[in-house]
């Protein structure tokens, strides 16, 4: 899988270098690949994928300018009194709002402007079988995030009990959803397992404010 010579790799914004990127003959164009717990911000014509279980993905982009990424996150299993609102910030709710608030500054650093914000949301399927409230409590932090902020959620994919692929183009807007139904869902399971068990050992600490 190779790109034609007139196509070369466009230049990662500065601190994503990391994240993996390859060309995608399937859309013809270059795809960045997220895993659980990392996200990516870009100025290119690029496309951002990633597979979901119980974890969400926020796909949010300036409308006009077409800056945009996407983040794929989990809030740990226990909330403490059970409060995603700010007045009773948990482990939890900071998990879940570094996750947002990093993304969202990211493409405000980069040009965007707050406005401008459109939000998608994908993801919160119920695949693991002893722990099946993960996927609702994912899906009603990232809403009531959203709500919260002042943002506006244009179109979501959200519940119900298969894993998804969710493959999104910031400049455009346009997503892909792929719903697995049993296709990996073992792979998936073992991957947001071990995520899961990493934040819960590895809190999140410090504060983020939106500029």
């Given at each position: 899988?190779?790109?034609?010579p007139?196509?070369?790799?466009?230049?990662?914004?500065?601190?994503?270098?990391?994240?993996?990127?390859?060309?995608?003959?399937?859309?013809?164009?270059?795809?960045?690949?997220?895993?659980?717990?990392?996200?990516?911000?870009?100025?290119?014509?690029?496309?951002?994928?990633?597979?979901?279980?119980?974890?969400?993905?926020?796909?949010?982009?300036?409308?006009?300018?077409?800056?945009?990424?996407?983040?794929?996150?989990?809030?740990?299993a226990?909330?403490?009194?059970?409060s995603?609102?700010?007045?009773?910030?948990?482990?939890?709710?900071?998990?879940?709002?570094?996750?947002?608030?990093?993304?969202?500054?990211?493409?405000?650093k980069?040009?965007?402007?707050?406005?401008?914000?459109?939000?998608?949301?994908?993801?919160?399927?119920?695949?693991?079988?002893?722990?099946?409230?993960?996927?609702?409590r994912?899906?009603?932090?990232?809403?009531?995030?959203?709500?919260?902020?002042?943002?506006?959620?244009?179109?979501?994919?959200?519940?119900?009990?298969?894993?998804?692929?969710?493959?999104?183009f910031?400049?455009?807007g346009?997503?892909r959803?792929?719903?697995?139904?049993?296709?990996?869902?073992?792979?998936?399971?073992?991957?947001?397992?071990?995520?899961?068990?990493?934040?819960?050992?590895?809190?999140?600490?410090?504060?983020?404010?939106?500029?």
């Amino acid at each position: 899988m190779s790109p034609p010579p007139a196509y070369r790799m466009p230049l990662p914004i500065p601190g994503f270098e990391h994240i993996r990127r390859a060309w995608s003959d399937t859309y013809e164009t270059y795809s960045a690949r997220l895993n659980p717990g990392e996200y990516y911000v870009t100025k290119n014509d690029e496309c951002v994928y990633t597979t979901l279980g119980s974890c969400i993905s926020a796909c949010i982009r300036d409308k006009v300018s077409g800056i945009g990424g996407m983040n794929h996150f989990m809030l740990p299993a226990s909330s403490g009194d059970g409060s995603w609102k700010a007045a009773g910030l948990s482990s939890a709710t900071r998990y879940g709002n570094f996750a947002m608030e990093h993304l969202i500054n990211e493409i405000l650093k980069n040009g965007g402007q707050r406005q401008n914000l459109e939000v998608k949301l994908f993801g919160g399927g119920r695949i693991i079988a002893n722990m099946t409230d993960v996927g609702m409590r994912n899906i009603a932090f990232a809403r009531d995030y959203i709500q919260t902020e002042g943002l506006r959620v244009t179109s979501e994919d959200v519940g119900d009990i298969f894993p998804r692929m969710v493959v999104y183009f910031p400049a455009s807007g346009r997503v892909r959803v792929k719903r697995l139904r049993s296709l990996h869902n073992n792979t998936i399971v073992e991957q947001e397992t071990q995520y899961l068990h990493s934040i819960e050992e590895k809190p999140v600490s410090g504060d983020i404010e939106l500029f």
